[in-house]
């Protein structure tokens, strides 16, 4: 009897355990497809993207009589049209490039003072305002950057010039404040939250016993900071600062906004003229035609690959760092 009711309690445990239990399967089953199912819509929507573009691009680039990525003039709305992107990719490039290397350091230091420098009180309201310059829109720093930092950057581009100019990049012999140099100042401005955000919750993610196995060895907090923080946030620094990055090349406002449009190549960026990407789109689509609206819609579909190149390559570096994670 005894026996009997033994086996009567194991088999009632075990079918009060297959509940739950095939329950929480069912619950990971469907966690699984929701998660597969938001990655192939990710995909589709830029697959998508992608093909829009490649469709609306194709009669005006068979209408070019230029060569599309070699060609610096841009003239689709001539007869016939022509029109190239050399100029454009020149300076999405170079200014996004400037942007990131002037905030890359300083959001970095950033990140580490609120991190590891300041008191607990100050850094959370620190962290506050940081997070904040990210929620300013675009047009504020345009205007910002047209009506203020303009007007400053006139005297700093004939110091640079006097001093750096044996550069190419800094020579030239009209520095003006319209400059790409400019622009870029601006993206580096409005990229600088983002890249700061992020390395300070890669920071935090240290582990505890990483730093206080550095400090009880003797080092001082630049020494553990140096040991046991950025190598453990390689990958995160340099996966925030690939964002900032392709934050800063589809930049729009801001940019039209400072920088003024001089046809041509110009090797010296503190020279007044340029022109990127984002901002070209801007300031010609809505006087342009039929053919020069596909010109535009094929020169975003070279700064959609771009990105996308950029965001790849950011993915790949990240990945070589997984030792760190």
């Known amino acids: 009897m005894t026996t009997e009711t033994g086996v009567a309690a194991r088999a009632a445990t075990r079918e009060g355990a297959a509940g739950p239990m095939s329950t929480g399967r069912a619950g990971d089953r469907i966690f699984a497809g929701a998660a597969r199912g938001s990655g192939i819509t990710v995909l589709a929507i830029v697959a998508a993207i992608a093909a829009f573009l490649v469709w609306k691009a194709i009669p005006a680039l068979q209408d070019n009589r230029a060569n599309f990525l070699t060609t610096e003039e841009w003239n689709p709305n001539a007869t016939p049209p022509e029109f190239g992107i050399a100029q454009l990719a020149f300076g999405t490039v170079i200014s996004s490039l400037l942007a990131m290397l002037i905030a890359t350091p300083v959001a970095i230091g950033i990140a580490l003072f609120i991190s590891f420098y300041s008191p607990r009180r100050l850094a959370s309201g620190l962290g506050y305002v940081v997070d904040l310059l990210a929620a300013v829109p675009s047009i504020v720093y345009g205007l910002w950057g047209l009506a203020f930092l ?5 005297g700093i ?3 640079l010039n006097a001093a750096l100019g044996w550069i190419p990049l800094f020579g030239g012999d009209s520095p003006g404040k319209n400059s790409i140099f400019t622009a870029s100042v601006v993206l580096a401005i409005m990229i600088l939250p983002i890249i700061s955000s992020i390395s300070r919750e890669v920071f935090l993610q240290v582990p505890r016993a990483n730093v206080e196995a550095a400090l009880a060895i003797g080092a001082t907090r630049w020494e553990m900071i140096r040991m046991a923080v950025l190598p453990y946030g390689r990958s995160g620094m340099i996966g925030a600062s690939m964002l900032g990055l392709g934050r800063a090349m589809g930049e729009t406002i801001a940019v039209a906004m400072v920088l003024t449009f001089v046809p041509g190549i ?10 990127t990407f984002a901002a070209n789109i801007a300031n010609s689509f809505a006087e342009a035609s039929v053919t020069g609206r596909g010109a535009l819609i094929a020169s975003g579909l070279v700064l959609f690959v771009i990105t996308l190149v950029v965001n790849m390559a950011a993915r790949a570096v990240v990945a070589r760092r997984k030792e760190f994670a």
Not at 150 to 154: T, V
Request: hydrophobic share 40%; proline share 0%; net charge negative.
């Open 157 to 159: 581009s004939a110091f």
């Open 150 to 154: 303009s007007r400053h950057m006139e």
């Open 266 to 275: 110009n090797w010296h960026i503190l020279e007044n003229g340029g022109a």
